[in-house]
């Protein structure tokens, strides 16, 4: 079982950046495949970034490229997922979420959610 809590969300002015992070709990973080997912009012959950369990394969929706980083601290349990350049249409709730092994595909944790708001 792992339990993930996320933080770090906010309110910021577009164009603006932000740091979320997520702390997860157990002792094999590192067995974990760890990714970050949005949801925005009346939409659907999609995808924003993922990371394998060493940092050596990292994808983002095509969306975020260039924008977002994700990355991880094993030492810490926690992995991080740094925005910049927000736009409006970034708002939404930010998941954490966890998957056994090298892959997010089908991820089998969930953390209970940040709220992003971009706005001026």
């Known amino acids: 079982q792992v339990q993930l809590v996320e933080s770090g969300g906010g309110l910021v002015q577009p164009g603006g950046s932000l740091r979320l992070s997520c702390a997860a709990s157990?002792?094999?973080?590192?067995?974990?495949?760890m990714g970050w997912f949005r949801q925005a009012p009346g939409k659907e959950r999609e995808f924003v970034a993922a990371i394998n369990w060493s940092g050596s394969s990292i994808y983002y929706a095509d969306s975020v490229k260039g924008r977002f980083t994700i990355s991880r601290d094993n030492a810490k349990n926690t992995v991080y997922l740094q925005m910049n350049s927000l736009k409006p249409e970034d708002t939404a709730v930010y998941y954490c979420a966890a998957q056994y092994g090298s892959l997010m595909s089908t991820p089998q944790y969930w953390g209970q959610g940040t709220q992003v708001t971009v706005s001026s």
């Open positions: 157990g002792r094999t973080f590192s067995s974990y495949a």
